[in-house]
């Protein structure tokens, strides 16, 4: 038996209040739940601490009854009166009711005349133009359940990361363009804008036959389900990850306009459409209009921009965080980082610590990608958790990087570390050994629950040591996993361009570390930049991407970034960075 948390508390009461109103009983009895789910989620006290006490009918708006109730399913981990009551009714009506705009007795109707037991039982019956034909119901209402349908679904569906979305994507992408008669095709939404998070996964294509497309979609290996099909759009499911993808299928000459529309972001086309409206024009996915209806060719998006007036924004930038203002003038970057401008991979770990493969293996895999070089830069002696290296282990290390580099050709491995910032801020190899370093990584792995100031004050501290060439990770951050921890950001940043401290742009998809907006704030203070993979297995060399898209949306260009340098001028400059 599982003991329920404040939240399903709140949940259990909140159904009830619902059942209740599907019975027909007395408003002001349901509303006892709801007004109880209120005081119970607005709780900052420990709500097993208030039962126990006795304490919880003492809150505003929670009588005996209702107290006994919470008590029960704390005490049990069950409620019975909600299991008698919630037996009363058609399974699944409670999730009927989160449909926006779907009231607990239209939900009842559905679940009881039509057997419906879900959403997607009620948007097949809907599709399927069973539910106009009940009374109270029309054709109006069958349309605004759809749309409610699609909202819960779009405000339901967890979000995922960048990197584990992305390559099902570019899957489904590459089998879009080879379907009968695709001229072009492109994902968008947030995933085109590399979001570090991504809901659902928008895609835009051009064919002469839109049905033609979307057999050849609904027929990939990665489709579980088809969930609606109409002229200009197909959705479905996807097996892996229960993600949801819709694809548009447009005219040619509709690409552009319609590939901009649906990459976003919103505040970014609110702010177009108000500068196309003072041009007297139009813009939607359908194409750009004259006030007189005259549809203006639009054969890409550089055209799209030229006739608002502005440089071409890549998607990454197009948040409404001063790139329309940038662009209008004629100032906004046109050198942003790409791939093809890095030359080495940083942040690698390999079986010397905790990585799953070999400095050969890692250095194969870094010679098959292009790379020129690969920083090994494995844990240091406190991270025993992560097998990190003692003094010995990582001399030993430096023999075996010489044999790689010796047998692997076209790829050098640098001799590195990732030494642990300890509490005090003190790095943890002696000053000895990291000089004969040729990079030196210096992160934090434990103690994040410093407040802000010690925690500033141990990083500031780190940057007075001269062997310090790069901050890795600076803010700690897993997404969806754990918070940044607490750090004085300006400050950081401040000194690191004082000390020449290079800072990391790390690419892992859970940590994506600096975040966007701090990237912007290093390279205002003139702040260098690394790109990086945090490799932990030779396929994590491909998370150099994500960073440099991560680069990107802070607007960092070719310049600010370290290793687009060659190996020699890369460690040089690290050097010299320390040394200015």
Not at 288 to 303: F, M, S
Not at 524 to 543: I, P, T, Y
Request: proline share 4%; net charge negative.
């Amino acid at each position: 038996m599982t003991t329920p948390d404040k939240t399903a508390v709140v949940q259990v009461l909140r159904d009830i209040s619902l059942l209740l109103q599907m019975k027909g009983e007395n408003p002001f009895r349901s509303r006892a739940y709801d007004t109880a789910a209120d005081r119970i989620a607005g709780l900052s006290e420990d709500l097993g601490a208030l039962v126990r006490e006795g304490r919880l009918q003492e809150l505003p708006g929670i009588g005996q009854a209702i107290a006994d109730k919470v008590s029960e399913l704390l005490t049990t981990g069950k409620l019975a009166y909600y299991d008698t009551l919630r037996a009363e009714f058609p399974p699944g009506v409670l999730e009927l009711v989160q449909v926006p705009d779907l009231g607990p007795k239209k939900a009842l109707v559905l679940a009881r005349q039509l057997g419906v037991d879900g959403v997607d039982a009620l948007e097949k019956a809907c599709r399927e133009g069973r539910v106009r034909q009940l009374s109270g119901f029309g054709e109006k209402s069958e349309a605004k359940i759809l749309a409610g349908v699609e909202l819960y679904r779009r405000t339901r569906t967890p979000r995922r990361l960048l990197g584990e979305v992305m390559p099902v994507a570019e899957r489904l992408l590459e089998s879009i363009k080879t379907a009968p008669g695709v001229i072009r095709a492109s994902v968008g939404g947030s995933l085109r804008r590399r979001a570090e998070t991504v809901g659902d996964v928008d895609l835009i294509a051009s064919a002469p036959d839109a049905n033609a497309v979307f057999d050849a979609f609904s027929r990939a290996p990665e489709v579980a389900q088809v969930i609606g099909r109409g002229e200009s759009k197909c959705s479905v499911r996807l097996r892996e990850k229960d993600l949801q993808v819709d694809l548009r299928v447009l005219p040619d000459e509709d690409f552009a306009t319609a590939l901009h529309h649906f990459t976003g972001s919103k505040a970014h086309h609110v702010r177009l459409r108000g500068l196309a409206h003072e041009r007297g024009l139009k813009i939607s996915e359908w194409g750009i209009h004259r006030d007189d209806g005259t549809k203006l060719h639009v054969p890409d998006e550089v055209a799209f921009y030229r006739l608002l007036g502005m440089q071409y924004i890549p998607p990454e930038l197009r948040e409404d965080t001063g790139e329309i203002e940038a662009a209008l003038e004629g100032r906004l970057p046109e050198d942003l980082v790409t791939m093809e401008d890095i030359q080495g991979a940083v942040h690698a770990h390999s079986t010397w610590s905790d990585g799953k493969n070999s400095l050969e293996e890692m250095a194969r895999a870094a010679q098959a990608l292009g790379l020129k070089f690969l920083t090994v830069t494995e844990h240091s002696q406190a991270a025993i958790y992560a097998g990190g290296l003692k003094e010995d282990d990582l001399r030993r290390q430096w023999d075996e990087i010489d044999r790689v580099n010796d047998t692997v050709k076209g790829v050098r491995l640098l001799k590195g570390i990732e030494v642990d910032i300890l509490e005090s801020g003190a790095l943890d190899y002696s000053d000895g050994v990291l000089e004969k370093l040729e990079v030196v990584i210096g992160s934090i792995h434990v103690r994040h629950g410093m407040d802000e100031e010690q925690m500033t004050r141990r990083l500031l501290q780190a940057f007075d040591n001269p062997h310090l060439h790069i901050l890795g990770h600076p803010t700690g951050r897993l997404i969806q996993n754990r918070e940044p921890y607490p750090v004085r950001m300006e400050a950081v940043l401040d000194k690191a361009a004082e000390r020449g401290v290079v800072v990391e742009v790390n690419g892992k998809p859970e940590r994506l570390d600096l975040k966007t907006e701090h990237v912007r704030m290093a390279l205002q203070r003139g702040v260098k930049l690394v790109v990086s993979c945090d490799a932990h297995r030779a396929s994590d060399l491909a998370n150099l991407a994500f960073a440099v898209a991560t680069a990107r949306r802070g607007w960092a260009r070719r310049g600010d970034i370290l290793n687009t340098l060659p190996a020699e001028q890369f460690i040089t400059t690290l050097r010299k960075q320390r040394a200015a």
